[in-house]
């Protein structure tokens, strides 16, 4: 019994942090980590679109689509990997001014990369996606893959070392 206690204890805990988000404990994340971009505050009322995982021949033109006919804009981390595969796709979704994202090269954890590789394989993103080091233009923005943070991905010393800005 006790233990199910505990057990329903940790989930109502989890529940409340992982998913209701408090703003108390937000600005706690915001000051143990403050190389994080959690949130921006704005003056009047914002809402934004960011996709993963892309770009996907099928869904990409369809979100793209969208987006157009209600004149909104759309921030779309890609894979790598899909990028070279798909760079008209690329092509079409900085043409229309949304911005892109590293979403690293292959779709998986990196947990078990190197530094050297992980480091290798978000270049890589960067060149298959048009966003080269040194460029002053585009922002250089990462999105932890599957269910990453800025406190459990090893390489985000890297991140910030090699000018990546790493939204939560």
Not at 2 to 22: D, N, R, S, T
Not at 55 to 64: D, M
Request: proline letters at 6%.
């Amino acid at each position: 019994m006790f233990l199910l206690i505990i057990g329903a204890l940790i989930v109502a805990i989890w529940f409340v942090v992982f998913w209701i988000q408090p703003l108390a404990i937000l600005s706690i994340f915001e000051r143990l980590t403050p190389n994080v971009i959690y949130r921006v505050r704005v003056e009047l009322p914002l809402v934004a679109l960011s996709f993963d995982d892309g770009p996907h021949p099928t869904f990409t033109p369809q979100v793209l689509d969208i987006l157009q006919a209600h004149h909104a804009k759309a921030t779309f981390f890609l894979i790598g990997e899909r990028a070279l595969l798909c760079p008209e796709l690329v092509a079409r979704i900085k043409a229309a001014g949304h911005e892109v994202g590293n979403h690293y090269y292959k779709d998986g954890s990196t947990f078990a990369h190197s530094d050297t590789e992980f480091l290798s394989y978000l270049q890589k993103t960067e060149k298959a996606i048009g966003v080269h080091e040194g460029t002053k233009a585009v922002p250089r923005t990462w999105r932890y893959r599957l269910a990453q943070t800025a406190e459990t991905c090893p390489s985000t010393r890297l991140q910030i070392r090699f000018g990546f800005c790493v939204p939560e």
